[in-house]
């Protein structure tokens, strides 16, 4: 019964920066992953960032350089720091996790980012 909760999102022109988090009514101190994927109208779902237990976060080259995944234990919490935007970078972003105690993946329910002057 794990929910996600995303925020942050919103109108930004290009260039700007937008910080998008997602809160888990679990501690995330458990998770065996964290991501964060993205959706634009008649696209595929892309991967954007990706954190996994053990390891150091990845990106999409799309984003690398400008886009920053981190989390806090204390506040149940993942982040995406996003700078530079660009127009291209318009779509639905959606929070993922999964527990190494909890079969399957839980979702957020997405949070709109539009880049646009």
């Known amino acids: 019964q794990v929910q996600l909760v995303e925020s942050g999102g919103g109108l930004v022109q290009p260039g700007g920066s937008l910080r998008l988090s997602c809160a888990a009514s679990r501690s995330i101190f458990s998770t065996n992953s964290m991501g964060w994927y993205r959706q634009a109208p008649g696209k595929e779902r892309e991967l954007v960032a990706t954190?996994?237990?053990?390891?150091?976060?990845k990106y999409a080259d799309s984003v690398k350089g400008r886009f920053t995944m981190s989390n806090s234990n204390a506040r149940s919490t993942v982040y995406l720091q996003m700078n530079s935007l660009k127009p291209e970078d318009t779509a639905v972003y959606y929070c993922?996790?999964?527990?190494?105690?909890?079969?399957?993946?839980?979702w957020g329910q997405g949070t709109q980012v539009t880049v646009s002057s």
């Open positions: 954190l996994t237990r053990g390891g150091s976060p």
């Open positions: 993922n996790m999964r527990w190494v105690d909890l079969e399957g993946a839980f």
